[in-house]
């Protein structure tokens, strides 16, 4: 069985930003982009028709400023991407 993660985002000089999806584990519920404040995330259907989460193209290059990183600002905090992915297929690296 291969795992399939989808990684958004970007490294610069003050840190690497990525979201990522691991789309074997993804639903599509889409209860992660209801709990999304910043209002990154969507469902989309993949190559294979199924749901899965992603983060909006519009902010491939800016999730630093998006998203305020959910080790920073959004772990213990509810509504969450994490705490709403009852699937565990969401992780930031900030």
Known sequence: ??????NYGYADGSGEYYITVDTDKCDGCGDCVKACASGILE???DDY???KAVVKLQFATTLSDA???YYRKCAGV??????????G??????
């Open 43 to 45: 469902v989309i259907l």
């Open 67 to 69: 998203c305020p990183g």
């Open 89 to 94: 297929a969401i992780r930031h690296s900030w």
């Open 49 to 51: 028709d199924e749901p």
């Open 78 to 87: 509810e509504p969450n991407c994490h705490a709403a992915c009852r699937a």
């Open 1 to 6: 069985v291969t795992t399939i993660i989808a």
